[in-house]
């Protein structure tokens, strides 16, 4: 499977996955379908359309991509705020043609949020950003540390398929949280070499993240310090620790 990244509105990743030469093509979260449609050869028919939640900048362009394609399948979470044909649930697999996926549940960004797992990669819209991970519009961190867990327990090698470029910006807070980690600078200078020549820092992988995600990193010994230290007191438990996390990266600046 070979994926694309489409660049839309300000900083999203709407990802084509095509499945071989021959096979179906998905749209990951369009949320506009303009460069979607400036990307497909004149050829290319799209199959189905994966939603990951209900944001306008995932979902926005799926009336104007499905006027163009009229059979086009549109999948997605449990929601009606979503404009799905097709409900899926965490747990469940949906296969087209040769593409089969796992769906995950990853609701903390919002409460359905879902991701994708096949052929070695996540597809995890706002649920994990290279070095961050989504605010918590509707969840709370008990949502967040299962879906943290979650996507700890995946292959190392999954490629992580995110849907903005937040990785520079990310990676100030990450740097605040673990000044020390010798993997977290190599890889912040390596972002800062591809953000310079306007190059993708996504996807990234999952043992990446677990060397240098602050979020999936909150037990480590030194993070956990850095995060009680800053609050004043001890965390109480893994959950709140990871709360506290986020927490202050909402009001880092």
Not at 108 to 121: C, D, E, V, Y
Request: charged content about 20%; overall charge negative; hydrophobic content about 40%.
């Amino acid at each position: 499977m070979h994926f694309t990244a489409v660049r839309a509105l300000t900083d999203n990743y709407v990802w084509l996955a095509r499945c071989g030469a021959e096979g179906p093509i998905l749209i990951v979260d369009p949320g506009v379908a303009e460069p979607v449609l400036a990307e497909l050869a004149p050829a290319e028919v799209p199959t189905a359309i994966l939603l990951t939640h209900h944001h306008p900048d995932h979902i926005g362009g799926v009336a104007e991509l499905r006027a163009r394609f009229p059979d086009l399948r549109v999948i997605g979470p449990h929601d009606p705020r979503i404009p799905a044909t097709e409900r899926v649930s965490p747990g469940e697999h949906i296969e087209i043609d040769d593409c089969r996926f796992e769906v995950l549940e990853l609701s903390a960004h919002t409460l359905s949020h879902i991701g994708f797992f096949g052929h070695g990669a996540l597809l995890c819209g706002d649920a994990l950003f290279s070095l961050g991970c989504g605010r918590l519009f509707e969840g709370s961190p008990d949502d967040l540390h299962r879906v943290m867990q979650t996507i700890r327990q995946l292959p190392p090698a999954t490629q992580v398929h995110c849907a903005h470029e937040y990785t520079q910006a990310n990676a100030r807070f990450a740097l605040a949280v673990e000044p020390d980690n010798a993997s977290l600078r190599a890889y912040v200078d390596q972002v800062a070499q591809l953000r310079a020549q306007e190059q993708a820092t996504i996807p990234t992988t999952l043992q990446r993240e677990l060397d240098c995600n602050p979020f999936l990193r909150a037990d480590e010994p030194q993070v956990a310090a850095t995060i009680d230290a800053h609050f004043g007191s001890p965390s109480a438990n893994a959950v709140e620790r990871l709360g506290r996390l986020r927490a202050w990266k909402d009001h880092y600046v």
